[in-house]
């Protein structure tokens, strides 16, 4: 199974800084997938990434592949506190299949 | 999350009972998946279903643990003689395509939260 790795795990800020959580994994991604959890809630996808290189961009969110497909990050500009929340990544289970294999999220809290 | 269903979104069973989770996948799609989710950890892939199919149950404990996703109705989880340790959020994913389309992004329902007293 493909170990994903995020960092950090807490990550506490001021509203309006800058921040980037990273995903990495010692095997190649077929494609990566980012998605938010808020309490008490399911995780909505945010982007799928798929080429190496590849920079992805929702406002204020960049999402950034890594040339070798090992690595991706997400980075926040003028975080605000309804960024607050879990971030995970996630690819496919072994590279194979649908099933998706979650790293352990960057739990984010933005202070106002 | 807008259209993945799961209830009851909370479920109290004591020890030794039977919880049953239901998920109704967003229209037109025929994949669902189930992932469990323990305190403060990342998802857990559990099974993938199809349709009356079983693909891939790898993720889910040998014992006390069933699911099914029936031509109709919804996908069911099963857990029998249910024990503390099952305390988890239980969610839901479904997707349009199948493993051979390349295509992994799922769409997750809010989840049930199981507590066992």
């Known amino acids: 199974t493909q170990l994903l790795e995020q960092s950090p795990q807490f990550l506490s800020i001021q509203e309006g800084e800058n921040l980037t959580v990273y995903c990495n994994s010692s095997?190649?991604?077929?494609?990566l997938q980012w998605y938010r959890q808020e309490p008490g809630e399911g995780p909505v996808l945010l982007v799928t990434?798929?080429?190496?290189?590849e920079v992805k961009k929702l406002k204020r969110l960049t999402f950034q592949f890594g040339d070798a497909r090992k690595d991706s990050s997400l980075h926040i500009t003028a975080a605000q506190t309804g960024d607050t929340g879990l971030y995970l990544c996630?690819?496919?289970?072994?590279?194979?299949?649908?099933?998706?294999?979650f790293g352990g999220g960057t739990r984010l809290m933005v202070k106002p | 999350n807008a259209g993945v269903m799961q209830n009851p979104r909370h479920l109290v069973r004591r020890r030794g009972q039977e919880a049953r989770l239901r998920c109704s996948p967003m229209k037109g799609h025929s994949h669902v998946y189930w992932y469990r989710q323990l305190p403060e950890e990342g998802l857990k892939f559990m099974v993938y279903?199809?349709?009356?199919?079983?693909?891939?149950e790898s993720g889910m404990p040998k014992e006390r643990f069933s699911a099914e996703f029936p031509k109709e109705g919804p996908s069911i989880l099963r857990i029998q003689q249910v024990v503390r340790g099952d305390s988890a959020a239980y969610f839901c994913?479904?997707?349009?395509?199948?493993?051979?389309?390349?295509?992994?992004?799922?769409?997750f329902g809010p989840g049930t939260r199981l507590t066992v007293t």
């Open positions: 095997s190649v991604f077929s494609s």
């Open positions: 994913a479904s997707s349009p395509l199948g493993a051979t389309s390349g295509s992994y992004e799922q769409y």
């Open positions: 990434v798929v080429t190496g290189g």
């Open positions: 279903l199809q349709k009356e199919n079983i693909i891939d």
């Open positions: 996630a690819s496919p289970y072994n590279n194979a299949g649908n099933m998706l294999t």
